[in-house]
């Protein structure tokens, strides 16, 4: 039998007041079995079972909250960053099929992490990050690749910068730009009873599908996004884009376009802007 919550209890908590309230709170609904995991994705999926539904969230938030504390380095609110994930694990719910054999956390887990990506890309000025695709694997893939949580070896450096196509001085540069918060794979020994570790979650590695769909998907819709973004400029604009920010040498400055198109460097510095904007509203998630 599944231990079932009030209906009244079933509202999804909001990470937007105190965070600290909230980790709280989410830590304290119960961990599913496994059986009980896939009746209620049985209910939802043959009966459209919202409340089904709302208790696989339900069980699951801690796990999003774990995620997006890996991404604080990137200097973004750990509140936004953990909403921004929840959206991610809805889709999983949706979308999650019971009969594959997998347990929902090792779904969710890449669904989790490319709303993150989505909310960091859309957040992060779009060249500094993601240049080219080989700068965006290095982006997100850095702690993913590393062998340790200590600072990368030579040797691991040099490896790294071969298999990503870049250079060992972008790998470098990139570790220390994000050397964030490590997650710790059990709870520290000071925490209380309710502490989280992903390894509460995650006993196989292998069977987490970020690894095998992160390329396939998320490279894809950033790829497609950026290049949705571009097409979406008139031709000056796009140029000023391009030789502004999508160079990986000789970015023109604002006085070098100024002269190409007749204009004052100002008037450069508010195209660019109006690009940007427009840029961002362009890459959204898909849906």
Do not use: C
């Not at 347990?103 to 080219?132: C, D, Q």
């Not at 497609?224 to 571009?230: D, F, I, S």
Request: hydrophobic share 40%; charged share 30%; aromatic share 6%.
């Amino acid at each position: 039998m599944i231990n079932r919550l009030p209906t009244a209890a079933l509202a999804l908590p909001a990470a937007s007041g105190s965070l600290e309230s909230y980790i709280q709170t989410v830590n304290r609904f119960p961990l599913l079995t496994e059986e009980e995991e896939m009746g209620l994705a049985r209910r939802l999926r043959e009966h459209d079972d919202l409340d089904a539904a709302r208790q696989l969230i339900l069980s699951h938030l801690r796990l999003v909250v774990s995620i997006a504390r890996g991404y604080l380095g990137y200097g973004l609110p750990h509140a936004d960053l953990i909403q921004e994930g929840n959206v991610g694990l809805m889709k999983a719910v949706k979308r999650f099929d019971p009969d594959r054999g997998v347990r929902l956390v090792s779904f969710a887990v890449h669904w989790i992490r490319a709303e993150i990506h989505e909310y960091i890309l859309r957040n992060w000025r779009i060249v500094k990050i993601a240049t080219t695709k080989a700068q965006r694997k290095l982006f997100f893939n850095l702690r993913s690749m590393k062998k340790s949580l200590g600072t990368l070896s030579r040797g691991e450096t040099d490896a790294m910068a071969k298999q990503l196509n870049v250079k060992v001085s972008d790998v470098s540069e990139m570790e220390m730009r994000l050397g964030g918060q490590d997650i710790a794979l059990e709870p520290m020994g000071d925490e209380d009873e309710d502490g989280f570790g992903p390894l509460s979650y995650l006993s196989n590695p292998e069977d987490e599908p970020g690894r095998i769909l992160e390329h396939e998907e998320g490279e894809r819709s950033r790829a497609e996004g950026l290049a949705r973004a571009l097409n979406s400029l008139d031709a000056r604009s796009r140029r000023i884009i391009e030789a502004r920010w999508l160079r990986e040498t000789d970015t023109a400055t604002l006085h070098e376009l100024a002269d190409e198109f007749g204009v004052s460097a100002e008037r450069i510095r508010q195209i660019e802007a109006q690009a940007m904007k427009k840029m961002r509203g362009q890459i959204q998630p898909a849906a």
